[in-house]
């Protein structure tokens, strides 16, 4: 589902659409209902929306950016989904003011939980808008993929910062406010009351890597792919990962 007219922007999002996808076919299967409803709490401009509604199902996109909603619906209409998708201002701490309660057999948290005041309020939030066997897909910011980089990139002291502060931010010029660990993660999503399904690795190496080698070797890009996909599913790489990858399913429907 990664966007074939840009490549490289598959290397953010293939390991999060191979699992998402899979939920999503489990999720038709166990329904019987081809279309599903779908929300995207922080969705943005629609990265993950408008691919979704190209599947066929509806989504609701809850975001508290104007401009990235007009985005939204101007990349909706091109995609000829304007009719599946609906974009309303709100945030995930407000969410029942916009959205339904209980009402989505799936829900999207990708890259919000950093920004939200309250991380465990937010997933509780998000949480509760599943339906009895829905299933959260939670995407968010890795600590220790932020501290190899910092290191990486010579800033040895940021990185050592990083790795002691509780939010894992590397100084007051950092723009992420908060990163996680996978514990840290698996821990909200029990603590909201669902049981882990997954836990992904996601660009393990694809922000370390020097674009050239990706853009000028052949089939360079395919093979880093294929790596992503593999560690993904490694434990050893969860704690060097850029973003780790949640799925988070009722307790009642393991499987499904
Ligand atoms: C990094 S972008 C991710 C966009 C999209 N989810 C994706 O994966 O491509 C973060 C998004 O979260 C939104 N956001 C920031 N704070 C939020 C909050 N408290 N509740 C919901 N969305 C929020 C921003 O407006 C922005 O669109």
């Avoid at 916009?98 to 465990?120: M, Q, S, T, W």
């Avoid at 950092?174 to 009351?193: C, I, N, S, Y």
Wanted: glycine content about 12%; overall charge negative.
């Amino acid at each position: 589902m990664s966007d074939p007219m840009r490549p490289r922007a598959a290397l953010r999002t293939a390991v999060v659409w191979e699992v998402l996808q899979d939920a999503l076919e489990r999720r038709v299967k166990a329904t019987g209902r081809p279309a599903l409803d779908v929300l995207d709490t922080g969705g943005g401009s629609g990265n993950f929306a408008v691919p979704l509604a190209l599947l066929g199902h509806r989504v609701t996109v809850v975001d508290p950016s104007p401009n990235a909603l007009f985005a939204l619906e101007r990349r909706a209409a091109e995609a000829g989904v304007a009719d599946r998708v609906r974009g309303v201002q709100g945030d995930a701490l407000g969410l029942f003011d916009v959205a339904e309660r209980g009402g989505y057999d799936i829900v999207l948290c990708h890259g919000v939980l950093e920004y939200v005041d309250d991380p465990a309020e937010g997933v509780r939030n998000v949480v509760a808008a599943l339906r009895p066997d829905g299933v959260l897909s939670l995407l968010a910011a890795g600590l220790g993929g932020a501290v190899l980089a910092r290191a990486l990139a010579g800033h040895f002291t940021e990185a050592r910062q990083a790795l002691d502060d509780p939010n894992g931010r590397w100084g007051a010029a950092d723009p992420v406010p908060h990163r996680f660990t996978a514990d840290q993660l698996t821990a909200l999503v029990e603590g909201a009351g669902l049981r882990v399904g997954a836990v992904h690795g996601v660009r393990v190496f694809a922000d370390l890597v020097p674009g050239v080698l990706v853009d000028t070797e052949p089939g360079a890009l395919e093979a880093l792919l294929k790596l992503e996909a593999a560690a993904a599913e490694f434990a050893a790489f969860h704690s060097v990962a850029t973003q780790l990858h949640v799925l988070g399913e009722t307790r009642e429907t393991p499987g499904v």
